[in-house]
C-alpha cells in the first residue's frame, strides 16, 4: 500500500523559515517518474495548489502567492520532496499537503495526511 508522509510543520513567527519533507513508500513504479505537487488548505478555506515539481525536474510552478518565497524540490535517491519556505506571513498559515502523480494524471494520484504549519505574529 502507496505511503506518503509530510513532515516538518510545526508554529513559527512572521518572517520565519520551514522546511516541509515529503516522504513516499510502497510506489508501483519509480518515485523518479511522478509529478511531485504541495497544496495546502488554510482555515475555512478550500485546498489551493502550491508547488509542482515534473518528474525530471524540468520544470517547477508556483502560485502567485508563495514565488520567490517558497522553493519546492526533490531527492529521488530517498523518495522525498521538499517544500522550503521562507519569509512566512499569517496567510502561509494552513495544512501542507503532498501529492504524487504520474504525468498522465489531471488529477487523483497519491495523497498525505497533511501536516500544519502555523504562522503567528
Known amino acids: 500500500q502507496v505511503q506518503v508522509v509530510e513532515s516538518g510543520g510545526g508554529l513559527v513567527q512572521t518572517g520565519g523559515s520551514l522546511r516541509l519533507s515529503c516522504a513516499a513508500s510502497a510506489l508501483s513504479f519509480s518515485f523518479s517518474v511522478y509529478n511531485l505537487y504541495w497544496y495546502r488548505q488554510g482555515p475555512g478555506k478550500q485546498r489551493e495548489f502550491v508547488a509542482m515539481?515534473?518528474?525530471?525536474?524540468?520544470?517547477?510552478n508556483y502560485a502567485d502567492s508563495v514565488k520567490g518565497r517558497f522553493t519546492i524540490s526533490r531527492d529521488n535517491t530517498k523518495n522525498t520532496a521538499y517544500l522550503q519556505m521562507d519569509s512566512l506571513n499569517s496567510e502561509d498559515t494552513a495544512v501542507y499537503y503532498c501529492n504524487l502523480r504520474m504525468p498522465a494524471w489531471q488529477s487523483g494520484g497519491y495523497w498525505g495526511q497533511g501536516t500544519q504549519v502555523t504562522v503567528s505574529s
Open positions: 515539481i515534473t518528474s525530471g525536474e524540468t520544470s517547477t
